[in-house]
């Protein structure tokens, strides 16, 4: 079974920028669809970002395109995602999952494996 750690979250100003990792332990890294999820205060979890596993093809939900940036290293088990020109919006626990079978999908019961989760909280 795939573990997954992230790291990376913190306090920062509205504008300011962060990168997240995720960092795997296990066999099945390679071969999986990656995905970041967020959750803030009081809302569902929400998709945020997906790669897919030779990082040909990813997908963004509308309010992270052009500011945000997923990525992946194989060699390393490891998942990024770089957030740029932060909104206080983006406030939110966040996670990475991953799918071991089938394509990018942005719903979170698709996700067999997931992190513990980051807090970012960015101040207005």
């Known amino acids: 079974q795939e573990q997954l750690v992230e790291s990376g979250g913190g306090l920062v100003q509205a504008g300011g920028s962060l990168r997240l990792s995720c960092a795997a332990s296990g066999r099945t890294f390679s071969s999986s669809v990656l995905a970041w999820f967020r959750q803030g205060p009081g809302k569902e979890r929400e998709f945020v970002a997906a790669?897919?596993?030779?990082?040909?093809?990813?997908n963004y939900v509308d309010s992270v395109k052009g500011r945000f940036t997923i990525s992946r290293d194989n060699a390393k088990n490891t998942v990024y995602l770089q957030m740029n020109s932060l909104k206080p919006e983006d406030t939110a626990v966040y996670y990475c999952?991953?799918?071991?079978?089938?394509?990018?999908?942005?719903?979170?019961?698709?996700?067999?494996?997931w992190g513990q989760g980051t807090q970012v909280t960015v101040s207005s």
């Open positions: 999952a991953g799918r071991q079978f089938g394509r990018i999908t942005t719903s979170p019961q698709a996700y067999n494996y």
């Open positions: 790669i897919s596993r030779s990082a040909d093809s990813t």
